[in-house]
C-alpha cells in the first residue's frame, strides 16, 4: 500500500506493479529525483532547491549565435485554458527569439483536435514542418511510420534519466528513441462541497470508488434537479479517453494488458466483463439515471466548466488549471452571477481519482513531446537539425518544462520541480499538489501506432454506441473489440 497525504488527510491506494517497478527502476537509474518517495510534501521539500541557466545549457547543444531557420507545429493555447498559460507561452517565444536572435521562427499553433489531422494530412504531402510538439497519444504511429528522425534527450542536452520512465516509453518505438518530452501530467477528481451539502452528501469527501460516483450522480440529480457528473464522450477529441480510461483500468478493464507491468499488447481486453462493467457505469448515468449533462455526447471539457461555475454540475475530472479557468470565467460574469460564481470557487475541492471495485485506482499519464522530421517529409526538403535542437533545449528545459506547464501539467524535466518556478506554483496554484500526486497512479496509452485510432475514434465511437442506444453494452464492447482486433490486423 501507498500512503499519500492530502491537506492532512490520509489517503490509501494500492499501487499497480507496473508503477511500482517504474518507480523504483527510475531511482535505480540515477533520476534527479527520488521517485520512489513521491508525495506533496517530498516534492515541496525539493522546489525551489537548485538554479539552472537555461541559455548556458542550450549554447551548449546549438551555439546562440547560431544562423538558421525553423518551421515548427504545436497545441496551442485556446478555449478552456487559463489566461496565464497564455503569458507563458507568449514569453516562450519572446524568449527564445532574443536568446537565438538569428535563428528565423516560423511557429503555427493548432487545436487538440486539428493536430493530428492536419499533421497527417502535411505528411502525405511532403509539406510538414521541421519539427513538431505533439500529444503523447501521437509520436508511435509516425515513429513507426518512418517520419520521425530519432531524438533523445541527449541530442539536445540532457539525460534520459531526466524524465518519467512512462514518458520516455511513450517516445519508444523498437528500441528508438524519437522525442523529447516537455510536460507530463494527471488529473484529479473535482468537486463542489457546496453542491455535496446541499444532496446530502459528505461536502470533505470525494466519493471513494466509481460505483459511489454513479450513486453521488444520481442522488444529486435526483434532489436537486442538475447534472451529478461531467461526463465526456465525445468522438475525436482528447478529453474523451483522458476521462474514460482511468474509469475503464479501475474497473480492471483495458485496450490491452496495457496497465501491467511489462505489457505485451497481444490481447485485445475491450470485452473484458471488467471493461463491461465500466461502460455499464456510463451508460447507468446517461441512460438509466440520467445524472449527466445531456449534451455529454458533443461536450468536450470546456463545455462543462461553465457548467461547473454557474452551480449546475457537481463533479468532473480535469486538471489542477481549472480552478484558475474558473476565476477567469467569473471575471467574464456581472451582477448576482458574479456572487453565485464566487460561491462555486469557494466550494471547488479537489481530491485523488476514485478507485475500482477492487481498490485500484488509475489515471492516464498524459503530456506532449518535440520530434525531428525526416527531411524528405518536410516542405522544401530540408531540416534545420541545429535550429530545432535549440528549440527542442529551452522547450525540454528545467525553467521552461515548468513555465510551459505552469497552470495545468507537470514539467517533462523532472529538474523542473527542483526550480523556484515550481516553488511558486505550490504556493499559488490551489489543488496543484494533488494532481501533481496522481502521477504514480499515471498508465500511458498503449505505445502503439494505433493507439491515435483507437483512443480518439473507436473508444468513444464504444460510448456513443452504449449511451444512443444503438448498441447495447455488450455489444458496444464487443464491436469496439473487433474493431481493434481488425485495426491491429497480424499484430495479434
Same mark, same amino acid.
Given at each position: 500500500?501507498?500512503?499519500?497525504?492530502?491537506?492532512?488527510?490520509?489517503?490509501?491506494?494500492?499501487?499497480?506493479?507496473?508503477?511500482?517497478?517504474?518507480?523504483?527502476?527510475a531511482?535505480?537509474?540515477?533520476?534527479?529525483?527520488?521517485?520512489?518517495?513521491?508525495?506533496?510534501?517530498?516534492?515541496?521539500?525539493?522546489?525551489?532547491?537548485?538554479?539552472f541557466?537555461?541559455?548556458?545549457?542550450?549554447?551548449?547543444v546549438?551555439?546562440?549565435?547560431?544562423?538558421?531557420?525553423l518551421?515548427?507545429?504545436?497545441?496551442?493555447?485556446?478555449?478552456?485554458?487559463p489566461?496565464?498559460?497564455r503569458q507563458?507561452?507568449?514569453?516562450?517565444?519572446?524568449?527564445?527569439?532574443?536568446?537565438?536572435?538569428?535563428?528565423?521562427l516560423?511557429?503555427q499553433?493548432?487545436?487538440?483536435?486539428?493536430?493530428?489531422?492536419?499533421?497527417?494530412?502535411?505528411?502525405?504531402?511532403?509539406?510538414?514542418?521541421?519539427?513538431v510538439?505533439?500529444?503523447?497519444?501521437?509520436?508511435?504511429?509516425?515513429?513507426?511510420?518512418?517520419?520521425?528522425?530519432?531524438?533523445?534527450?541527449?541530442?539536445?542536452?540532457?539525460?534520459?534519466?531526466?524524465?518519467?520512465?512512462?514518458?520516455?516509453k511513450?517516445?519508444?518505438w523498437?528500441?528508438?528513441?524519437y522525442?523529447?518530452?516537455?510536460?507530463?501530467?494527471?488529473?484529479?477528481?473535482?468537486?463542489?462541497?457546496?453542491?455535496?451539502?446541499?444532496?446530502?452528501? =459528505?461536502?470533505?469527501? !470525494?466519493?471513494? +470508488?466509481?460505483?459511489? $460516483?454513479?450513486?453521488? @450522480?444520481? /442522488?444529486?440529480h435526483?434532489? #436537486?434537479?442538475?447534472?451529478?457528473?461531467?461526463?465526456?464522450?465525445?468522438?475525436?477529441?482528447?478529453?474523451?479517453?483522458?476521462?474514460?480510461?482511468?474509469q475503464?483500468w479501475?474497473?480492471?478493464?483495458?485496450v490491452? =494488458?496495457?496497465?501491467? !507491468?511489462?505489457? +505485451?499488447?497481444?490481447q $485485445?481486453?475491450?470485452d @473484458?466483463? /471488467?471493461?463491461?462493467?465500466? #461502460?455499464?457505469?456510463?451508460?447507468?448515468?446517461?441512460?438509466?439515471?440520467?445524472?449527466v449533462?445531456?449534451?455529454?455526447?458533443?461536450?468536450?471539457?470546456?463545455?462543462n466548466?461553465?457548467?461547473?461555475?454557474?452551480?449546475?454540475?457537481?463533479?468532473?475530472?480535469?486538471?489542477?488549471?481549472?480552478?484558475?479557468?474558473?476565476?477567469?470565467?467569473?471575471?467574464?460574469t456581472?451582477?448576482?452571477?458574479?456572487?453565485?460564481?464566487?460561491?462555486?470557487?469557494?466550494?471547488?475541492?479537489y481530491?485523488?481519482?476514485?478507485?475500482?471495485?477492487?481498490?485500484?485506482?488509475?489515471?492516464?499519464?498524459?503530456?506532449?513531446?518535440?520530434?525531428?522530421?525526416?527531411?524528405?517529409y518536410?516542405?522544401g526538403?530540408?531540416?534545420?537539425?541545429?535550429?530545432?535542437?535549440?528549440?527542442?533545449?529551452?522547450?525540454?528545459?528545467?525553467?521552461?518544462?515548468?513555465?510551459?506547464?505552469?497552470?495545468?501539467?507537470?514539467?517533462?524535466?523532472l529538474n523542473?520541480?527542483k526550480?523556484?518556478?515550481?516553488?511558486?506554483?505550490?504556493?499559488?496554484?490551489?489543488f496543484?499538489?494533488?494532481?501533481?500526486?496522481?502521477?504514480?497512479?499515471?498508465?500511458?496509452?498503449?505505445?502503439?501506432?494505433?493507439?491515435?485510432?483507437?483512443?480518439?475514434?473507436?473508444?468513444?465511437?464504444?460510448?456513443?454506441?452504449?449511451?444512443?442506444?444503438?448498441?447495447?453494452?455488450?455489444?458496444a464492447?464487443?464491436?469496439?473489440?473487433?474493431?481493434?482486433?481488425?485495426?491491429?490486423?497480424?499484430?495479434?
Amino acid at each position: 500500500m501507498t500512503r499519500i497525504s492530502l491537506g492532512g488527510a490520509v489517503v490509501r491506494g494500492t499501487l499497480s506493479t507496473a508503477l511500482t517497478l517504474s518507480l523504483m527502476s527510475a531511482s535505480a537509474l540515477g533520476a534527479p529525483v527520488d521517485l520512489s518517495k513521491w508525495s506533496p510534501e517530498y516534492v515541496r521539500s525539493i522546489a525551489g532547491t537548485q538554479e539552472f541557466d537555461t541559455a548556458g545549457d542550450c549554447a551548449k547543444v546549438t551555439p546562440l549565435d547560431y544562423k538558421g531557420r525553423l518551421t515548427f507545429w504545436y497545441q496551442g493555447v485556446f478555449e478552456g485554458d487559463p489566461d496565464l498559460l497564455r503569458q507563458y507561452y507568449k514569453e516562450f517565444f519572446e524568449t527564445f527569439r532574443k536568446t537565438y536572435p538569428n535563428i528565423q521562427l516560423e511557429e503555427q499553433a493548432l487545436t487538440y483536435n486539428d493536430l493530428l489531422d492536419k499533421f497527417r494530412t502535411a505528411l502525405l504531402g511532403n509539406a510538414a514542418p521541421m519539427a513538431v510538439r505533439l500529444q503523447i497519444l501521437g509520436g508511435t504511429e509516425f515513429a513507426a511510420k518512418g517520419y520521425l528522425q530519432p531524438l533523445k534527450p541527449e541530442d539536445v542536452g540532457y539525460s534520459t534519466e531526466d524524465f518519467w520512465p512512462g514518458a520516455m516509453k511513450a517516445v519508444t518505438w523498437e528500441g528508438v528513441t524519437y522525442g523529447v518530452p516537455t510536460n507530463n501530467e494527471t488529473m484529479a477528481f473535482i468537486w463542489n462541497a457546496d453542491i455535496f451539502k446541499r444532496a446530502g452528501l =459528505d461536502p470533505d469527501k !470525494a466519493p471513494a +470508488t466509481w460505483d459511489d $460516483v454513479v450513486k453521488y @450522480s444520481k /442522488q444529486i440529480h435526483d434532489k #436537486l434537479g442538475i447534472a451529478g457528473y461531467g461526463l465526456v464522450a465525445r468522438k475525436n477529441a482528447g478529453n474523451t479517453p483522458y476521462r474514460f480510461m482511468p474509469q475503464l483500468w479501475a474497473y480492471g478493464g483495458g485496450v490491452f =494488458d496495457e496497465a501491467t !507491468a511489462s505489457p +505485451t499488447y497481444k490481447q $485485445v481486453e475491450l470485452d @473484458s466483463p /471488467q471493461s463491461k462493467a465500466a #461502460l455499464q457505469a456510463s451508460y447507468d448515468m446517461y441512460v438509466r439515471d440520467k445524472s449527466v449533462p445531456v449534451s455529454a455526447l458533443t461536450n468536450q471539457q470546456a463545455d462543462n466548466q461553465p457548467l461547473f461555475l454557474a452551480g449546475q454540475l457537481a463533479m468532473m475530472v480535469s486538471h489542477p488549471s481549472d480552478y484558475n479557468v474558473m476565476l477567469d470565467l467569473q471575471k467574464k460574469t456581472t451582477g448576482s452571477d458574479k456572487d453565485k460564481a464566487q460561491t462555486v470557487i469557494d466550494n471547488m475541492r479537489y481530491g485523488l481519482i476514485p478507485t475500482g471495485p477492487d481498490g485500484k485506482r488509475a489515471v492516464v499519464f498524459g503530456g506532449s513531446n518535440i520530434h525531428i522530421l525526416k527531411p524528405e517529409y518536410v516542405e522544401g526538403g530540408k531540416v534545420d537539425e541545429p535550429a530545432a535542437k535549440a528549440l527542442g533545449c529551452m522547450w525540454a528545459s528545467p525553467e521552461w518544462s515548468l513555465k510551459m506547464a505552469y497552470a495545468g501539467s507537470n514539467p517533462g524535466n523532472l529538474n523542473g520541480f527542483k526550480t523556484k518556478w515550481m516553488k511558486e506554483r505550490l504556493d499559488s496554484i490551489k489543488f496543484l499538489d494533488v494532481t501533481t500526486s496522481m502521477l504514480p497512479y499515471g498508465i500511458p496509452f498503449p505505445a502503439l501506432p494505433q493507439s491515435p485510432e483507437i483512443m480518439n475514434i473507436i473508444v468513444p465511437d464504444m460510448l456513443q454506441n452504449a449511451l444512443t442506444g444503438a448498441m447495447t453494452v455488450d455489444q458496444a464492447a464487443d464491436d469496439a473489440a473487433k474493431r481493434v482486433k481488425e485495426l491491429m490486423g497480424g499484430g495479434l
